[in-house]
């Protein structure tokens, strides 16, 4: 079992930038791709980006490609989600997965964390 907690999230201007952090537990952590998605109010979860076991496989979005940003860093158990040129159609929950299979991950993950907020103003 992986638990996943996410941070970072707030209050930030349209054109501004933040790094969502997502801390993983578990001494397998490096054995998972990791994924973040996302949830705006009134729709549906959908997929942000995604990141392989070793960080050398990354997938994004077609509306958060060239500004935003997935890495890890598997001695921290973490994986991070640099956004930048932020946009108020990016205000949205989102929230850190995990699944061992980076095909996988982008759609039907394992475990999923509890989210963190994040608000753009225009």
């Known amino acids: 079992q992986v638990q996943l907690v996410e941070s970072g999230g707030g209050l930030v201007q349209a054109g501004g930038s933040l790094r969502l952090s997502c801390a993983a537990s578990g001494r397998t952590f490096s054995s998972y791709a990791m994924g973040w998605f996302r949830q705006a109010p009134g729709k549906e979860r959908e997929f942000v980006a995604a990141?392989?076991?070793?960080?050398?496989?990354?997938y994004y979005a077609d509306s958060v490609k060239g500004r935003f940003t997935i890495s890890r860093d598997n001695a921290k158990n973490t994986v991070y989600l640099q956004m930048n040129s932020l946009k108020p159609e990016d205000t949205a929950v989102y929230y850190c997965?995990?699944?061992?299979?980076?095909?996988?991950?982008?759609?039907?993950?394992?475990?999923w964390g509890q989210g963190t907020q994040v608000t753009v103003s225009s």
């Open positions: 990141i392989n076991w070793s960080g050398g496989t990354t």
């Open positions: 997965a995990a699944h061992h299979t980076i095909g996988i991950v982008t759609t039907t993950p394992l475990y």
